[in-house]
């Protein structure tokens, strides 16, 4: 009777390990998948972020090179007016004014 009892008590543990790996330790945690779906919009948001920085970067270097063309333009004509004003004078002396 004592190999009897002890048999059972055998195949009980047994069944009770056994019954622990088919079920598993418990539900899964909870997916922090949130986590790395923020990280990776940070991550885009800061990408975008630089590629508009490069975009004003550019802008700025083209409207610098304008304004430097036009200074040059500005500073050309600058002496003109007098140029201008010698041929004018020279123009009313040669129509009788």
């Known amino acids: 009777m004592a190999r009897t009892t002890m048999r059972h008590i055998a195949l009980a543990a047994l069944l009770l390990v056994l019954g622990a790996a088919v079920t598993g330790c418990g539900p899964k945690p909870p997916c922090e998948g949130a986590d790395v779906t923020a990280v990776q919009s940070v991550q885009d948001e800061c990408t975008a972020a630089n590629d508009e920085l490069d975009e004003a970067r550019?802008?700025?270097?083209?409207?610098?090179?304008?304004?430097?063309?036009?200074?040059?333009?500005?500073?050309?004509?600058e002496g003109q007016p007098n140029a201008l004003a010698a041929r004018l004078h020279e123009l009313k002396k040669g129509s009788g004014r």
Do not use: C, G, K, Q
């Open 58 to 77: 550019d802008t700025r270097a083209d409207l610098e090179a304008d304004v430097t063309s036009a200074r040059s333009e500005i500073a050309a004509l």
